[in-house]
């Protein structure tokens, strides 16, 4: 995941905690399910975070992590395993009765940044850091998998826990997965993601619909014609072009967007010219462009490139543009968010539960839509440092509600009348 912005409802949610904790640990005692409660490895979770933390390995090299992930799988009783790509693993657990196939995914990688949070756990290899909290998902998916490969007999259907590979870098690993045909008999997914700044072990139920931001960007270099500073007439200076160029592009949000659906447009880079007196032969920018639905989607990038044609040819300029899709906004089905939001409820209490606002972040979660319904919730951690910070840290008191949600989200899913 690439970006957040709540900060604001962790403020207002954190007054009322202490209050809510008890009132939430009488709800858990008095769900009919509690009684598996006691079987999370809770100890586990947190020894196979550290040891994840501290071994971080980057998009599509989680060799060393996805067999640290079997191992632990295969130390679990009813659990078989699949590798449905090169470092990624999944675990699947039949039920003792029939029933619906259902998915749990975490992802496993890491960032390429030095930590810098100074703890005892920091990451031991230079320059790659888990800052998004991958290693705390992997972490609770194995709480989850152990928990549950326990109850074999009350598991009506089928659970696949997916330990996914390179969510970080597009083309992302959930491709892959799908492509090999492992997941296609699922009819449901679920997935969790950590965020700072809510309280440790609440969870956010994301909006039904867009719950996250397609990313894509372009890549565009606009070729004129070089010249002396003083000459201009003798050039095509691509500085002028570029500027254009961007301005019309502004308008796309402004003008050709519905106003109020979030759309954005950013221009991250400009790169033209080395000297003041000298009208330089091209120029560099690149662009990201997130969007919430396909239709928007599709419309910011035809008229990016009509944009992009015209104003280039209006200026006697020439170009190549390199427009690349990545992935698209997660499209959370209605009845399974609604079904998350009773189970952790159910488990955790309605007070440790809240309504998250929508994530300007993309990720690769939204591919398994192509399989089945989909709905991605989230996992306070605590006040801290953004995602992708060199700072980033999780509180691992959260990481037991995250299981317990989850082991919730999967029983209720498969056991509904
Ligand atoms: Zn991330
Ligand atoms: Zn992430």
New binding site residues.
């Given amino acids: 995941?690439?970006k957040i912005l709540p900060l604001l409802l962790a403020v207002l949610l954190s007054g009322a905690l202490s209050a809510q904790t008890k009132q939430s640990k009488k709800t858990s005692k008095n769900s009919p399910n509690a009684a598996w409660v006691k079987n999370i490895p809770a100890e586990d979770v947190i020894k196979w975070r550290q040891h994840i933390h501290q071994n971080p390995e980057l998009s599509f090299q989680e060799e060393q992590t996805s067999k640290y992930v079997e191992e632990v799988l295969k130390s679990l009783p009813n659990i078989e395993v699949i590798r449905p790509a090169k470092t990624s693993v999944i675990g699947v657990l039949k039920g003792g009765k029939a029933g619906k196939t259902v998915a749990f995914r975490a992802d496993m990688d890491a960032?390429p940044m030095q930590e810098e949070t100074g703890l005892p756990i920091s990451s031991k290899v230079n320059n790659v850091m888990h800052s998004?909290g991958h290693d705390a998902h992997t972490a609770m998916l194995l709480g989850t998998a152990a928990t549950l490969s326990k109850m074999k007999d009350q598991i009506n259907g089928t659970v696949y826990f997916i330990f996914q590979h390179a969510?970080?870098t597009p083309p992302g690993g959930a491709i892959d997965i799908i492509k090999s045909g492992a997941l296609k008999d699922v009819d449901a997914f679920f997935g969790m993601h950590v965020l700072p700044n809510f309280p440790a072990g609440h969870v956010g139920i994301l909006p039904e619909g867009a719950a996250s931001t397609a990313q894509d960007m372009f890549n565009l270099v606009i070729i004129g014609k070089g010249s002396h500073g003083s000459m201009p007439h003798l050039g095509i200076d691509p500085i002028v072009v570029g500027a254009a160029i961007v301005s019309a592009l502004q308008s796309i949000v402004s003008r050709n967007v519905e106003p109020g659906e979030m759309t954005v447009v950013t221009i991250g880079r400009f790169q033209s010219g080395d000297a003041f007196n000298v009208i330089a032969d091209r120029a560099e920018l690149a662009a990201s462009i997130r969007t919430t639905s396909e239709e928007t989607r599709k419309l910011v990038e035809a008229r990016t490139k009509e944009i992009i044609d015209n104003i280039t040819k209006a200026y006697g300029a020439t170009y190549k543009l390199d427009y690349i899709p990545t992935y698209p906004a997660i499209q959370n089905d209605a009845a399974l968010n609604a079904q998350a939001q009773k189970s952790a409820a159910a488990i955790l209490g309605k007070e440790q539960v809240f309504d998250a606002p929508m994530m300007t972040?993309s990720e690769d979660f939204a591919y398994y839509k192509e399989i089945a319904p989909v709905s991605f919730v989230t996992l306070g951690i605590g006040e801290g440092a953004a995602?992708?910070n060199p700072k980033f840290t999780v509180d691992e008191s959260a990481l037991q509600n995250g299981v317990k949600t989850q082991v919730q989200i999967i029983l209720d899913y498969l056991n509904k009348r």
């Fill in positions: 995941m690439k960032l998004c969510e970080e972040a995602n992708h």
